[in-house]
């Protein structure tokens, strides 16, 4: 019996010493608190079976003994063994942790989908929608808001090269807010972000005038973003303005009957050295946080959200 005794006072000083170190992990994965709770509800089980099993299980004699620590190791074994990721997924993350996780996830399924159509299914973009919405709150409102409009914007094929940088900025903005010790440092400084997010920009107004139709008013605004292009001009900047003004004068004179100067994001229409100076200027959306938004800017986010917030009422309303 004393044998018992001290097998069982070792298993429950081993439960108490990962209770704690799986504490920490909960902690660090904030986990919510019944997280935590059903964590010490399966130490407390594993103690309480090593005190009432095993003294038991010594006590007996005969062939039923070893049936007995079997099963009794088995019992234990298992408890001892439920993932503690299980209890995560069960109990689920605070709000505003679990909005940081579905964050990355919304990075990584919206460049799946920008690199390859189909890449992911909608059903599954569909559901990282509905997460969104069910983990908003009042101080993140915005914030969800923007994630989810860039995953229904690529559902719908009809995300532009502005407003995925825009909200790139912005997403970025209310993060440091939110968690502001949690976030990467920018790549460059507050003044070369907005100069590489206002060629950005201009680049984008370009792809948008050079649509497939395009009438003699944006004709006109076409040719005069072609001069004005030129203000960004410096050394590192060449290629790509020389790039992007040798296909816009291809375009105008011999422009292809509907068909856009630039579809999509392959960028072909600049040349073979199009797509290389694309990646090497802007080749993480890093390189645009810390841009100024203007009140242009500023404008055209609150009316996107605005276009997404009157689609998102019927389909609530339908469910």
């Given at each position: 019996?004393?044998?018992?005794?001290?097998a069982?006072?070792?298993?429950?000083?081993?439960?108490?010493?990962?209770?704690?170190?799986?504490?920490d992990?909960l902690?660090?994965?904030?986990?919510?608190?019944?997280?935590?709770?059903?964590?010490a509800f399966?130490?407390?089980?594993v103690?309480?079976?090593?005190?009432?099993?095993?003294?038991?299980?010594?006590?007996?004699t005969?062939?039923?003994r070893l049936?007995?620590?079997?099963?009794?190791?088995?019992?234990?074994?298992?408890t001892i063994?439920?993932?503690?990721r299980?209890f995560?997924q069960?109990?689920?993350?605070?709000?505003?942790?679990?909005?940081?996780?579905?964050?990355?996830?919304?990075?990584l399924?919206?460049?799946k989908?920008?690199?390859?159509?189909g890449?992911?299914?909608v059903?599954?973009?569909e559901?990282?929608?509905s997460?969104?919405?069910?983990?908003?709150?009042?101080s993140?409102?915005?914030?969800?808001d923007?994630l989810?409009?860039?995953?229904?914007d690529?559902i719908?094929?009809?995300?532009s090269w502005?407003?995925?940088?825009r909200?790139?900025?912005?997403?970025?903005?209310?993060?440091?807010?939110?968690?502001?010790?949690?976030?990467p440092?920018p790549?460059v400084?507050?003044?070369?972000?907005?100069?590489?997010?206002r060629?950005y920009?201009?680049?984008?107004?370009?792809?948008?005038?050079?649509?497939?139709?395009?009438t003699?008013t944006?004709?006109?605004?076409?040719?005069?973003?072609?001069?004005s292009?030129?203000?960004?001009?410096r050394?590192?900047t060449?290629?790509?303005?020389?790039?992007?003004l040798?296909?816009?004068?291809?375009?105008?004179?011999?422009p292809?009957?509907?068909?856009?100067?630039?579809?999509?994001?392959g960028?072909?229409a600049?040349g073979?050295?199009g797509?290389?100076?694309?990646?090497?200027?802007?080749?993480r959306?890093?390189?645009l946080?810390g841009a100024?938004?203007?009140d242009?800017?500023?404008?055209?986010?609150?009316?996107?959200?605005?276009?997404?917030?009157?689609?998102?009422e019927?389909?609530?309303?339908?469910?």
């Open positions: 019996m004393i044998t018992a005794i001290i069982a006072a070792a298993i429950s000083v081993l439960a108490f010493f990962f209770f704690i170190a799986e504490g992990d902690s660090e994965a904030h986990a919510r608190t019944r997280a935590q709770v059903l964590n399966r130490w407390a089980i103690i309480a079976l090593s005190w009432l099993l095993i003294p038991s299980a010594a006590s007996q005969g062939p039923d049936g007995t620590v079997l099963g009794l190791a088995l019992l234990i074994g298992a063994l439920i993932p503690v299980w995560v069960l109990a689920g993350r605070v709000p505003v942790w679990e909005l940081r996780r579905t964050k990355t996830e919304v990075s399924l919206a460049n989908v920008r690199l390859g159509k890449a992911v299914p059903s599954r973009l559901e990282t929608i997460h969104i919405r069910a983990i908003r709150t009042p993140t409102a915005e914030l969800c923007l989810a409009a860039q995953i229904d690529l719908a094929g009809r995300e502005n407003e995925a940088g909200r790139s900025i912005r997403i970025d903005e209310l993060s440091r807010a939110v968690w502001p010790y949690d976030m440092p790549e400084d507050p003044d070369e972000a907005t100069f590489l997010w060629l920009r201009h680049f984008g107004r370009m792809m948008e005038m050079g649509s497939a139709d395009p003699p944006e004709l006109s605004d076409y040719s005069e973003m072609m001069t292009i030129d203000e960004f001009r050394p590192d060449l290629r790509f303005i020389d790039a992007v040798q296909s816009a004068d291809r375009w105008l004179a011999d292809v009957v509907g068909a856009p100067w630039i579809s999509g994001y960028f072909e600049l073979p050295d797509l290389d100076e694309v990646l090497r200027l802007w080749r959306d890093a390189v946080w100024h938004l203007d242009e800017d500023r404008l055209a986010l609150k009316t996107d959200l605005a276009r997404h917030a009157t689609v998102a019927p389909e609530s309303g339908a469910s």
